[in-house]
Structure formats: structure tokens, C-alpha cells
């Protein structure tokens, strides 16, 4: 409070642990804010982390409507709000409006970007007050981010990027490998192997006893010849001596006479395996904010606009529209080039995956 009083701010009320205060000056209310984390990070030093005090504050101005016991209503009180939950500890947030009425050249900041908030129609673009320079310590004429390139000595934050660091194209593969991998898994415990190639023996001998169609488990290459394994113990082997075909039953039918192997698959259950692939990446997604993979990975989907959690309606707009993506892999080769590593279902479900 001796901080705020200081630069002629007025408590208009406590709403649980936060601080609703007004300002007459858009500059004042930034300078004091980085004042106040600047005596909470002295009060913080050399103590322990449960004693310490952290807060994040947001800042933003507007025409408010004042009530008779000198509370305030309005869209600016909204969208404060609104921009304290994305508030970093430690850091000082506020909008293009207070950017634009304050004084850049006492304050270096660093543009965010845009950001939707819950129940404000238009997006918001998002500043926040850089440490690397000591307040009013900027040299006249040089201007903040967006006036005029910063110092080499200033880093700012990309704009699409300052809330979460992006994940990088090969962990992101590596995590669809995994995913992969996890949902072959999980259709073989299911009983859904059968979606795989099947395998039909024919003989030029129409007295050969007839072999039932078999679902191909694995097929290995030597230099012996290539040997097809089902699912149920039968087994093809093609060699320089023949053909060697091993029934369920255990049995040897050896031929050295022409046999054909014909490779056909069950159509009917490509649609199962689908809906099994929305399901795990949906449900994983809804229950843990990422896929099993991107958890391994330590990537997690996050909404495009916001940085914040994705609704439950497009993580399955996602999970289904993946399926689009995994056609000729084309829809993930596109994260190659497009500007924020996106996926065709990311940008349809408007999300993006970050490092968690």
C-alpha cells in the first residue's frame, strides 16, 4: 500500500487475494507495479519458497463506471482481469491501451501479441515491462518494442511465443512415433490386429487340401528365402527349395510346385481402427492436456489465441480432423514451413503444441 499511495493510486477494493486499484496516470500505474515487484523480489531474497510472496500483476485503461461506494464496473475492469490469469509471477502485463497513453520512454517494454479472452469479443494485443533494462534508465529517443528496433541487449519475446517455448519439428515427430506405437499396442490388446494385410494360399493342384485364409503377424527377410508368420501359428516360407506352409494345426505341407500368395486387407475394420485413433488422441488429450507421446516428449496442446486450455469441443475437432493430417503424412510436413509449426488439425482446431 505505501507503494501505491506513492504514485496516487486509490484500493478500490480486495477480491480474494488480488488488489483492484485505479490510477489518473497510465504511466504511474505501470511504474508502480514494477516498483511493487521490485520490493517483493528484495523481500523474497534468501528466504524459502513457502515464505515467499509472488504476484502477478495486469494493468489496463478504459472508461469505467463508478459506483456510489466508489467501486468500478466496465469492459477495461473485464479485460483486467482477464490479464492477470495469463500474468507471469513476478512480471508487469497491460494492454495496447496503456501502451499507448504511458510514457514508452520511462518504461522499456516488449510486445506479446494478440490474445482472446473469455467473453471479450475482439482480441487484445499484450505488452509486458522488460527487466533487462532498469526503469528510467532508457536513453532519450530510444523508443520501446514496437516504436523502433530494440538494443541487441534487450531480447523481447516473439509475439506468438512469449507465454510457452516452441516445440521443435523432431520432438514433435518423435512424439507421433510414440503415439503411434502406443496405439498399435493398445488395437493388438483390443483384438484389432486383424486390420493388418491377410494372406491367401492357392495351389496350380486342385487335390491340395485347401489352408484358411490367414491374418500376416510378421514377415521376415534372409537369405533363405522370406518367411510369413500369421497370427494364429500358421506359416509360409518361400525359398530356393519351395514352399513350406505350416497349418494351425502344426502340420508341414511342403510344395515345390507353384504356389501363390495373395495379400488382400480387411477393409471392413479400417473404420474401427479410426475411431480407436480419436478416441486415444481425444481422451488423452481432454484428461491430460497432451497424448501419452507429447507427455513423453513434454510437449502439451494448448488454444492458438489464448496459450491457455483447449475446450473439450475442439480437442475432438483435433482428434478427428488428425485424420486428415495423417494422409500421406502431408498434413504434419506442413508444420514444416508453416509459421507457427501448425498442423492442418491445429490450425482447423486452432490450437498449437508447446514445451510443456
Same mark, same amino acid.
Given at each position: 500500500?505505501?507503494?501505491?499511495?506513492?504514485?496516487?493510486?486509490?484500493?478500490?477494493?480486495?477480491?480474494?487475494?488480488?488488489?483492484?486499484?485505479?490510477?489518473?496516470?497510465?504511466?504511474?500505474?505501470?511504474?508502480?507495479?514494477?516498483?511493487?515487484?521490485?520490493?517483493?523480489?528484495?523481500?523474497?531474497?534468501?528466504?524459502?519458497?513457502?515464505?515467499?510472496?509472488?504476484?502477478?500483476?495486469?494493468?489496463?485503461?478504459?472508461?469505467?463506471?463508478?459506483?456510489?461506494?466508489?467501486?468500478?464496473?466496465?469492459?477495461?475492469?473485464?479485460?483486467?482481469?482477464?490479464?492477470?490469469?495469463?500474468?507471469?509471477?513476478?512480471?508487469?502485463?497491460?494492454?495496447?491501451?496503456?501502451?499507448?497513453? /504511458?510514457?514508452?520512454?520511462? =518504461?522499456?517494454? &516488449?510486445?506479446? %501479441?494478440?490474445?482472446?479472452?473469455?467473453?471479450?469479443? #475482439?482480441? +487484445? $494485443?499484450?505488452?509486458?515491462?522488460?527487466?533487462?533494462?532498469?526503469?528510467?534508465?532508457?536513453?532519450?529517443?530510444?523508443?520501446?518494442?514496437?516504436?523502433?528496433?530494440?538494443?541487441?541487449?534487450?531480447?523481447?519475446?516473439?509475439?506468438?511465443?512469449?507465454?510457452?517455448?516452441?516445440?521443435?519439428?523432431?520432438?514433435?515427430?518423435?512424439?507421433?512415433?510414440?503415439?503411434?506405437?502406443?496405439?498399435?499396442?493398445?488395437?493388438?490388446?483390443?483384438?484389432?490386429?486383424?486390420?493388418?494385410?491377410?494372406?491367401?494360399?492357392?495351389?496350380?493342384?486342385?487335390?491340395?487340401?485347401?489352408?484358411?485364409? /490367414?491374418?500376416?503377424?510378421? =514377415?521376415?527377410? &534372409?537369405?533363405? %528365402?522370406?518367411?510369413?508368420?500369421?497370427?494364429?501359428? #500358421?506359416? +509360409? $516360407?518361400?525359398?530356393?527349395?519351395?514352399?513350406?506352409?505350416?497349418?494351425?494345426?502344426?502340420?508341414?505341407?511342403?510344395?515345390?510346385?507353384?504356389?501363390?500368395?495373395?495379400?488382400?486387407?480387411?477393409?471392413?475394420?479400417?473404420?474401427?481402427?479410426?475411431?480407436?485413433?480419436?478416441?486415444?488422441?481425444?481422451?488423452?488429450?481432454?484428461?491430460?492436456?497432451?497424448?501419452?507421446?507429447?507427455?513423453?516428449?513434454?510437449?502439451?496442446?494448448?488454444?492458438?489465441?489464448?496459450?491457455?486450455?483447449?475446450?473439450?469441443?475442439?480437442?475432438?475437432?483435433?482428434?478427428?480432423?488428425?485424420?486428415?493430417?495423417?494422409?500421406?503424412?502431408?498434413?504434419?510436413?506442413?508444420?514444416?514451413?508453416?509459421?507457427?509449426?501448425?498442423?492442418?488439425?491445429?490450425?482447423?482446431?486452432?490450437?498449437?503444441?508447446?514445451?510443456?
Amino acid at each position: 500500500m505505501p507503494v501505491i499511495e506513492k504514485f496516487k493510486g486509490r484500493l478500490v477494493k480486495t477480491i480474494g487475494d488480488a488488489f483492484l486499484v485505479v490510477f489518473n496516470s497510465p504511466t504511474d500505474a505501470v511504474i508502480c507495479g514494477v516498483e511493487i515487484q521490485d520490493v517483493l523480489r528484495a523481500f523474497n531474497e534468501g528466504k524459502a519458497q513457502a515464505e515467499k510472496i509472488e504476484i502477478r500483476i495486469a494493468i489496463n485503461s478504459g472508461e469505467v463506471a463508478v459506483h456510489d461506494d466508489g467501486d468500478i464496473y466496465g469492459d477495461p475492469v473485464n479485460i483486467t482481469s482477464r490479464l492477470e490469469s495469463i500474468a507471469e509471477p513476478n512480471e508487469v502485463f497491460f494492454t495496447e491501451s496503456v501502451y499507448l497513453a /504511458m510514457n514508452k520512454k520511462e =518504461v522499456p517494454s &516488449s510486445e506479446i %501479441g494478440y490474445r482472446q479472452f473469455k467473453g471479450i469479443p #475482439e482480441k +487484445i $494485443k499484450v505488452f509486458r515491462v522488460l527487466r533487462e533494462v532498469p526503469v528510467g534508465s532508457q536513453p532519450l529517443g530510444e523508443a520501446s518494442a514496437g516504436d523502433a528496433p530494440q538494443p541487441a541487449h534487450i531480447s523481447p519475446l516473439p509475439a506468438a511465443d512469449a507465454l510457452y517455448a516452441p516445440a521443435g519439428f523432431w520432438r514433435r515427430f518423435g512424439s507421433l512415433l510414440l503415439d503411434v506405437c502406443i496405439f498399435a499396442m493398445i488395437g493388438s490388446t483390443l483384438g484389432f490386429g486383424s486390420c493388418g494385410p491377410s494372406a491367401k494360399v492357392t495351389d496350380n493342384d486342385t487335390g491340395a487340401p485347401a489352408m484358411p485364409d /490367414m491374418t500376416i503377424e510378421d =514377415v521376415r527377410f &534372409s537369405k533363405q %528365402g522370406i518367411d510369413i508368420i500369421g497370427a494364429k501359428g #500358421e506359416s +509360409i $516360407k518361400i525359398g530356393k527349395e519351395g514352399t513350406a506352409v505350416k497349418g494351425r494345426d502344426g502340420k508341414v505341407w511342403k510344395s515345390k510346385r507353384k504356389v501363390d500368395v495373395g495379400v488382400s486387407r480387411d477393409n471392413g475394420k479400417v473404420p474401427v481402427s479410426m475411431g480407436i485413433w480419436v478416441l486415444y488422441m481425444a481422451l488423452t488429450m481432454w484428461r491430460f492436456g497432451s497424448t501419452i507421446g507429447m507427455k513423453i516428449m513434454k510437449l502439451k496442446v494448448v488454444d492458438f489465441a489464448t496459450g491457455g486450455t483447449v475446450p473439450v469441443d475442439r480437442i475432438f475437432l483435433r482428434a478427428i480432423t488428425s485424420l486428415l493430417s495423417l494422409f500421406g503424412l502431408l498434413g504434419y510436413a506442413w508444420a514444416i514451413w508453416e509459421r507457427s509449426r501448425r498442423t492442418w488439425h491445429d490450425i482447423l482446431a486452432g490450437t498449437r503444441i508447446v514445451k510443456a
